[in-house]
């Protein structure tokens, strides 16, 4: 995805299905202006208030600085301008992470996690395969990234994200964005939601398995859906230790947390345990289920738990009636759930249901206090939105934003007039339904999913592009679409191609990010240590040695790279041997990244500055390969490259 910006062209959508209102935003006309001058006008606006004295002025400046702001997209950032906010990209059955600034909606970089990735070479170095795993599949399905949190604000340490594909979890560093944890669920299938825990600090990361299968699943009982199960996972997100696991009812879906560190709660749209698509409908309400996180923790230290096969991790029973969850009936096939940044409400979206139902944190508690009889006590609003609602966002004015699906709508609706409706009063509780293109599934909200959402940008991930791109072949992109929130209304402002499929994704204001991305590589980041170390054994000192070192049939190549050179201008081996070699870039500059191909071998990696980076492979055939850089790096770039003779 690379989106320009929309310069205002005049060009007006002519499709009969495309909102004209929505589209004013793209015109510029209302107003238009990117966050820094929307600061400015703001400041005019002021001004003009400011007494007498300020009024003439005031209006006259705010009058020439609307002229001019009607000339620019609201999303335009001007070049060699920094965008506000980093978007952090799912990228679905793609299985990478990917950055793209915000209002710009320029992606920035691609960090592979599931993924083979040939530019940087993940899949392919030591370094890579010693977080993913050497035999690990190269795939993935990764559709929830969200960032660490302290006391319900982002930390800018840690992407946490899901493989619905192969039962993983995966966590992203925000310092060198690389992903440097992978680790497999044991004993159930599929992750899909997730999140992490916002209070005190992300402690848990919580894990959904959303397919019921048997525990253990052996080969022992097949055909035998009552045997089926799912299990809510907690992981320690520090050490990405298994913490427990919580046998439940049905199945689960998408999960959230409270501000409060007490409670999580997931969706189940499978309380049938059904195996087919009519017996996942049967049943008119499905349920929501709560966890409570300290009596399931005492459960474990009391030693109530059982153990599957040979995994160690305990298994606590939290079904019907247990004391560790509460199931909370609400209507057919829910799907999002969502915490309100106030940290006093969760909302589960109908998918099925044309409702979101409103839950309370308190009444919760009170619920496990015993002090509330019908688990349905917990429901303050249970309002009726449109066709298919799937996920909901929040602006931290207290309104709400929910896609749906199957009317390809956002509405927005007020929180305290639901719960007023709910109790009876006549009060309309929708403010706007915005057309989006097409069938959203998630939207996100600019730090909406935390204390300081801030209502100022959505976006709206859609499943369908249909018309609204050049014709890409059989194969569209998603349309993810960006929606100024700021005001009363909602403005549609840019369309944006993605590649198959986002579904989700975590809007971070660059205040938590900037000064902690690192430029170049720390020489003792963990990342390589491993690598490190081993020529350290081998009495290397990798900044300044380009050897070959023997041992038997392993060789290990050690060379530093420095614009436009590699540290070793040819190397010789025997046909046979298993070759390790070893690029050390003792550029320490910002931006000056080596690549070292080797030809017919399938061999890339990236080294950026001050990075160590390996790889090992048999040289099984005699003769000579090139080794070249392949990040353009030198006027002499192209020169930088040098041969493997292997004898016969
Ligand atoms: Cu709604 Cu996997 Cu988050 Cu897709 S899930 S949309
Ligand atoms: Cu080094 Cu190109
Ligand atoms: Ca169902």
Redesign the pocket.
Known sequence: MSKQPQLNTGELPSRADTDTRANAGACGAEGASNPARRNVLKASALASLAGAGGIAGGLGMKSALAADAAKLPEDYVAPGKLDEYYGIWSSGQSGELRLIGMPSMRELMRIPVFNFDGAIGWGITNESKRVLGRNAPLNGDLHHPHMSLTHGRYDGRYIYVNDKANTRVARVRCDVWRTDRIIDIPNVQAIHGIRPQREPKTGYVFANAEFRVPAPNDGRFLDDPKNYHSMYTAIDGETMEIAWQVLVDGNLDNTETDYEGKYSASTC????GAVTLAG??Q?ER?WVVVFNIPRIEAAVRAGKFKTIGNSKVPVVDGRHGSPYTLYVPVP??PHGINATPDGKYLTANGKLSPTTTVMSWAKIDQWFAGKLKDPRDVVVAEPQLGLGPLHTAYDGRGFAYTTLFIDSQIVKWSIADAIAAYQGKKVNYIRQKLDVNYQPGHNHSSMGETRDADGKWLVSLNKFSKDRFLPTGPLHPDNDQLIDISGDQMKLVADCPVYSEPHDVTIVHRRFLMDKVRRVWDRADPFFAETVKQAKTHGIDLEKDSKVIRHGRKVFVYMWSAAPQFGLNEFKVRKGDEVTIVVTNIDHIEDLTHGFCLANHGINMEISPGETASVTFKADKAGVYWYYCTFFCHALHLEMRGRMLVEA
Not at 269 to 272: F, K
């Open positions: 749209y499978n309380s049938e996942y409908m049943n499905d057919k096939n």
